[in-house]
């Protein structure tokens, strides 16, 4: 993508795992269909690779991977990233408090960076969904770009609130119960974010030591619009995502890509 800023990817895969275990290796490597080659079904995929693959299609330079302490079966996996055309690193977890704290371990790499953000666990079917992200990132300027879809259970997304123009009025992680009808699972953000994050988390990181919670990404980007940074959104079609973090939607993932 044309952009003046290098790209590179954040990918928290500290998790782990719980509603998926036992397993034995980490989640980010399960099979989820088969890398083909025309008509040939080759060697089966993991999970994770869709979405690596989609951050190199949206122009990504590198990699960051935050693991947790033993899961040395992704990078022995994915390696030096070259099989992708871009490098890969890995980044080992500081506080374990969510995915903004995983992240922002690859502060010092990426804060002058244009940052590609997604979950490994999440499938997204559309292959230049970052590239698209990028380019309403180029138009508007904004600080964030979420890519947004129409959710089938918004109770178990990060539900956001998308005004006419696109951009996000507020965020609101995993409600009991609400009016609307989509949910954020991917993102692109700027430096400004970047920053942004760094110091809110260390803003929080006592009382969140205290309580033991964990912050989720959706609570930082909402205090990021509190805040008065621009968050925009470009919206995708139902479907879009789909979280194989429950055997139930794990099911429903190999079946599709099989």
Same mark, same amino acid.
């Given at each position: 993508?044309?952009?003046?800023?290098?790209?590179?990817?954040?990918?928290?895969?500290?998790?782990?795992?719980?509603?998926?275990?036992?397993?034995?290796?980490?989640?980010?490597? +399960?099979?989820?269909?088969? %890398?083909?080659?025309?008509?040939?079904?080759?060697?089966?995929?993991?999970?994770?690779? +869709?979405?690596?693959?989609?951050?190199?299609?949206?122009? @990504?330079?590198?990699?960051?991977?935050?693991?947790?302490?033993?899961? *040395?079966?992704? !990078?022995?996996?994915?390696?030096?990233?070259?099989?992708?055309?871009?490098?890969?690193?890995?980044?080992?977890?500081?506080?374990? +408090?969510?995915?903004?704290?995983?992240?922002?371990?690859?502060?010092?790499?990426?804060?002058? #960076?244009?940052?590609?953000?997604?979950? !490994?666990?999440?499938?997204?079917?559309?292959?230049?969904?970052?590239?698209?992200?990028?380019?309403?990132?180029?138009?508007?300027? @904004?600080?964030?770009?979420?890519?947004?879809?129409? @959710?089938?259970?918004?109770? #178990?997304?990060?539900?956001?609130?998308?005004?006419?123009?696109?951009?996000?009025?507020?965020?609101?992680?995993? !409600?009991?119960?609400?009016?609307?009808?989509?949910? *954020?699972?991917?993102?692109? *953000?700027?430096?400004?974010?970047?920053?942004?994050?760094?110091?809110?988390?260390?803003?929080?990181?006592?009382?969140?030591?205290?309580?033991?919670?964990?912050?989720?990404?959706?609570?930082?980007?909402? @205090?990021?619009?509190?805040?008065?940074?621009?968050?925009?959104?470009? %919206?995708? %079609? #139902?479907?879009?995502?789909?979280?194989?973090?429950?055997?139930?939607?794990?099911?429903?993932?190999?079946?599709?890509?099989?």
């Amino acid at each position: 993508m044309d952009t003046p800023l290098p790209i590179v990817g954040i990918i928290p895969a500290a998790g782990l795992a719980t509603r998926l275990q036992p397993l034995p290796f980490s989640k980010e490597l +399960y099979p989820v269909g088969f %890398e083909r080659e025309g008509e040939s079904i080759k060697q089966p995929k993991v999970v994770s690779a +869709y979405l690596v693959e989609q951050m190199a299609a949206g122009g @990504a330079e590198a990699l960051y991977f935050i693991l947790r302490s033993g899961k *040395w079966d992704i !990078p022995s996996y994915f390696g030096d990233g070259s099989k992708y055309n871009l490098s890969v690193a890995y980044l080992l977890m500081g506080l374990p +408090y969510g995915a903004p704290y995983s992240s922002d371990q690859a502060y010092t790499f990426v804060k002058d #960076k244009l940052v590609l953000f997604g979950f !490994p666990d999440i499938l997204i079917s559309k292959p230049d969904a970052f590239a698209r992200l990028i380019a309403r990132q180029n138009e508007t300027g @904004a600080d964030v770009v979420l890519g947004v879809f129409e @959710a089938n259970h918004p109770d #178990k997304w990060d539900v956001v609130e998308v005004m006419p123009d696109g951009s996000i009025k507020s965020i609101h992680p995993k !409600p009991h119960k609400s009016n609307l009808t989509h949910a *954020w699972a991917f993102a692109c *953000w700027s430096p400004a974010f970047t920053a942004f994050m760094h110091n809110y988390l260390q803003q929080m990181q006592e009382s969140i030591i205290k309580s033991g919670q964990e912050l989720s990404m959706g609570q930082v980007l909402q @205090a990021a619009i509190i805040n008065g940074l621009n968050v925009h959104s470009v %919206e995708f %079609e #139902k479907g879009t995502c789909l979280d194989v973090g429950t055997p139930e939607d794990l099911r429903k993932a190999i079946l599709k890509h099989t």
